[in-house]
């Protein structure tokens, strides 16, 4: 499609649109359109605007008198309906006039019905223009802070943090030099919005003056605490008297430092993976990886076993980056996850052997709800499979096979009696240009990162549904990742 077939789409979607506008009887005035939308509780004078965007963005749809429209949670702060969330951009339904308008009808539908089981959007934040302030306020728990002043402090990155309770000093000391005060009001649930400084001080306590601290420059910061429904949302703003004698309100860029916040991205197991124990044993390339997807996971335990270090050639696919060089693999790992992560040290175990004894296996299996065998080595994982016989156990044994082209993830054993997978991996190819290291081994596996990574993803993936009685598959999976391949199961 050239350039200029574009622009005959573009134009031929917005004449479209306009002729269902017709259609339905709005008029053009100065470039927008005014019709009439019938709804329950009567009818609404609105303007359709079109952006220059349309039609890879939906049009904008103003109450003719804004006031007349009850403010809620569904309009933005200009005034305009709110009518596409972000998870709604499918494909380009508003495209049709038809279609479109129904959904304005629909919105005014539920409007008059007060917006009945409405979704608990936390989304205060539009509600405010963004403030000249760039740097990223961070706050924890705000549960102990409610109602009382605070201090932000700064530190790297252009970050403020919330350090505790405080009130700028009378005489500015120089160990708050650079920190920001402000206070905490808990507004409790909010039937709608606030979107300006007189919104705000009708919902907080009098007795706080408030405005005069900010008239005063005692304060600078307000940390709004709301709740819609069962959960609660969080706003910090920037407060300033204006030269008109206003206060005025923006937003600054602010987020959640918390376990909840983190665990809410970990995925929908993440608070019963906090109560499991994994192993991995094999901590190169793939396994490395592997642990740092079941941290990121909330996997509450994991244990790290390896007897090797890391080498310059491991860390082009390996986790951990130069500064580890010369560390054993476990530790490496673990440094890593600490650091990155802010894990508890406690929750690791770093273990520098290797697992050559049924006693050393039997403690792995027995010790641990799920171990993740990633050595590649055959007789590693007999023996974790007589143990696991043994103890009537199964464990997930995960290789990368021809140079990289497959990738095999095995049950062992199978759950419910289930077959164990076909060997179906493809023929290795040959290479005239191994690489080998100096000392005594094999040649340097080709394997790329990506597919190291792509393995780590799905061994993961069906070590979590082990974990949490959800398997994905009772035998596991081979998947071959070369062109044209297919996953077989």
């Known amino acids: 499609m050239s350039s200029h077939d574009i622009t005959d789409f573009v134009d031929h979607s917005r004449q479209h649109f306009e002729e269902g506008l017709i259609r339905a009887g709005f008029v053009e005035r100065d470039n927008r359109w005014q019709g009439t939308v019938t709804h329950p509780s ?43 969330a972000d998870d709604d951009h499918q494909d380009l339904w508003w495209a049709e006039a038809s279609v479109f308008l129904n959904h304005v009808t629909a919105w005014f539908e539920h409007s008059d019905a007060g917006w009945v089981n409405d979704r608990p959007d936390l989304d205060l934040d539009r509600y405010f223009l963004p403030a000249e302030d760039e740097r990223l306020y961070l706050y924890g728990d705000l549960g102990e802070y409610r109602n009382t002043f605070v201090r932000f402090v700064p530190g790297a990155n252009n970050v403020m943090t919330l350090k505790g309770r405080g009130t700028r000093p009378t005489n500015q000391l120089k160990s ?22 007189n919104d705000i001080v009708a919902r907080t306590d009098p007795a706080v003056a408030l405005e005069r601290r900010f008239r005063e420059r005692k304060i600078r910061v307000l940390v709004l605490v709301y709740n819609r429904g069962v959960h609660e949302g969080a706003i910090v703003l920037e407060v300033w008297p204006s030269t008109r004698g206003t206060l005025e309100v923006r937003r600054l860029r602010s987020g959640a430092d918390t376990t909840a916040a983190r665990v809410a991205r970990s995925g929908r197991q993440s608070v019963e993976l906090g109560s499991h124990r994994a192993a991995v044993v094999g901590v190169g390339a793939l396994g490395s990886f592997i642990a740092d997807m079941l941290v990121r996971a909330g996997i509450g335990h994991l244990t790290l076993v390896d007897d090797d270090v890391v ?20 530790v490496a790992v673990k440094n890593h996850l600490v650091g990155v992560h802010g894990l508890d040290p406690s929750r690791i175990d770093a273990h520098s052997q290797v697992v050559t004894t049924s006693d050393a296996a039997i403690a792995l299996v027995r010790d641990h709800d799920l171990v993740v065998n990633a050595t590649a080595d055959f007789a590693v994982t007999a023996l974790f499979h007589t143990v696991a016989k043994a103890l009537d156990k199964s464990f997930l044994s995960v290789a990368m096979q021809n140079s990289g082209g497959t990738f095999r993830l095995d049950v062992v054993p199978p759950l419910d009696g289930a077959p164990i997978l076909t060997d179906s991996s493809l023929p290795s190819e040959s290479s005239d240009s191994e690489y080998f290291e100096s000392g005594c081994g094999s040649p340097v596996s080709p394997t790329p990162p990506h597919a190291v990574i792509e393995a780590a993803a799905a061994s993961v993936r069906h070590a979590i549904g082990l974990l949490v009685k959800q398997p994905v598959h009772p035998s596991g999976e081979v998947r071959h990742l070369a062109p044209g391949s297919i996953i077989t199961q």
């Not at 965007?53 to 003719?64: A, I």
């Not at 980056?321 to 693999?329: F, I, N, R, S, T």
């Open 42 to 84: 009567g009818q609404t004078d609105v303007i359709v605007a079109l952006p220059q965007q349309f039609p890879f963005k939906p049009p904008r749809v103003v109450p003719v008198d804004g006031d007349a429209v009850p403010w809620s949670w569904h309009r933005e702060l200009g005034g305009a309906l709110c009518l596409v």
């Open 176 to 197: 708050h030099r650079g920190d920001v005060f402000g206070y905490i009001a808990d507004l409790s649930d909010l039937d709608s919005p606030p979107r300006n400084w």
């Open 311 to 330: 080498m310059p050639g491991n860390l082009v696919r390996h986790l951990v980056g130069p500064e580890a060089v010369g560390l054993a693999k476990p």
